[in-house]
């Protein structure tokens, strides 16, 4: 809480207990035999009931006790029960305070008191002169009992609010890792999986083919390059420094991109046919989960299938952009699978729902391996 909206509730607790000070004397409530108290006797009374409301907030339940044993006395020395009113007002911050298990409680206690409360007020008549002191004791724990419902269902509520808020903070903190994840998941699996199958190749052909060798090289040097390069703009954005971000900012990788996918599948042994029919230009958002879709079912294909032959097929129309990725299966002197965790499907289809879309992906007719999206936008 700020100071000054501490500053305007110690002010308005001020104001209040000079209201309850004054409100005895102006009351026109007086016991039923007729006797008043002197006019010394109310004053001290009612500052001893007002006075403390002044600081109700630092000592909440201290300032309770002393304003109800107050209450009670003025209440007996013939002030009337309007002197409760006080004692509810310092209940009621202890009530919103004080942390307890209410359960049904308070909804029993405050319904009881509140009906209570307009039970006797109806029934005093228009003559009502303030009752019987034990009627006017009644009043005064009905008052309380409906102050205290009051305070803990304003608790209940804050706090279920406050919950609220945690639940939407811890939620907004999962996702964030879940978005995280997937980013790097992206930029590392796909050039990881390149190096990790040149490197095989490299690594067979070196004695029998060093220029094969060499080339395979040249790509790990390449693709290595690229994703450090790409590792230290994710790392830059995620940890929000701003000193070069100009020099840094790239446009976003979109459908153009896409040949630059199909030159690094082709470099790791993936004859890739690459056809494109958009009439219309999707937002940026969906053009670069289009990327990123892409980019996965290459590197699968690279992953679990090459050498093989695989067709990309990107359409946009009426509103719909539909990605097809398939390849025809491994072939003759199909290299070992890279081990994976089976994250890239996940995430492509979190990429998906993410737009209201949806992913497929499952074996195609001809022992190869089909994954097909729609992403409307």
């Given at each position: 809480m700020g100071d000054v909206s501490r500053r305007r509730l110690i002010l308005l607790d001020g104001a209040a207990a000079l209201g309850f000070a004054l409100l005895p004397q102006l009351t026109l409530v007086r016991?039923?035999?007729?006797?008043?108290?002197?006019?010394l006797t109310v004053s001290l009374l009612s500052l001893a009931t007002a006075l403390p409301l002044a600081v109700r907030r630092l000592w909440p339940v201290p300032v309770f006790a002393v304003v109800l044993t107050a209450s009670c006395a003025a209440l007996a020395a013939g002030l009337g029960p309007v002197v409760f009113l006080a004692a509810a007002y310092a209940l009621y911050l202890v009530a919103t305070t004080r942390r307890r298990r209410s359960g049904?409680?308070?909804?029993?206690?405050?319904?009881?008191?509140t009906a209570g409360a307009a039970l006797l007020t109806m029934t005093g008549g228009q003559h009502y002169t303030g009752g019987t002191l034990a009627v006017q004791l009644l009043f005064g724990v009905l008052l309380s009992g409906a102050t205290w419902?009051?305070?803990?269902?304003?608790?209940?509520?804050?706090?279920?609010?406050?919950?609220?808020?945690?639940?939407?903070?811890?939620?907004?903190?999962?996702?964030?890792?879940?978005?995280?994840a997937r980013d790097i998941h992206d930029v590392v699996t796909h050039s990881v999986g390149l190096i990790a199958i040149k490197a095989g190749v490299a690594n067979h052909v070196i004695d029998t083919r060093p220029e094969e060798a060499r080339e395979a090289l040249a790509v790990?040097?390449?693709?290595?390059?690229r994703a450090l390069r790409d590792m230290r703009a994710t790392l830059k954005v995620l940890r929000g420094e701003d000193g070069d971000q100009r020099q840094d900012l790239r446009p976003v990788r979109g459908l153009s991109d896409l040949p630059s996918l199909v030159r690094t599948a082709e470099a790791a042994g993936v004859s890739v046919d690459l056809r494109s029919d958009c009439a219309e230009e999707?937002?940026?958002?969906?053009?670069?989960?289009?990327?990123?879709?892409?980019?996965?079912?290459?590197?699968?294909?690279?992953?679990?299938?090459?050498?093989?032959?695989c067709l990309v097929s990107v359409t946009a129309r009426e509103g719909v952009l539909t990605i097809g990725v398939t390849d025809d299966g491994p072939r003759p002197g199909h290299r070992p699978t890279v081990p994976g965790g089976g994250m890239g499907l996940v995430g492509m289809r979190e990429r998906a729902v993410a737009h209201g879309g949806t992913l497929t992906a499952g074996p195609h007719p001809g022992a190869g391996f089909r994954i097909l999206a729609t992403l409307p936008y």
């Open positions: 016991p039923a035999d007729g006797g008043a108290p002197g006019a049904r409680s308070a909804v029993i206690v405050g319904g009881a008191s419902a009051a305070g803990t269902a304003v608790r209940e509520r804050r706090e279920g609010l406050r919950r609220t808020i945690v639940q939407a903070a811890e939620q907004a903190k999962v996702e964030e890792r879940i978005r995280i790990i040097e390449d693709v290595s390059r999707p937002p940026d958002g969906v053009a670069l989960t289009a990327f990123r879709i892409v980019q996965e079912a290459l590197t699968n294909v690279v992953k679990h299938a090459a050498p093989t032959r």
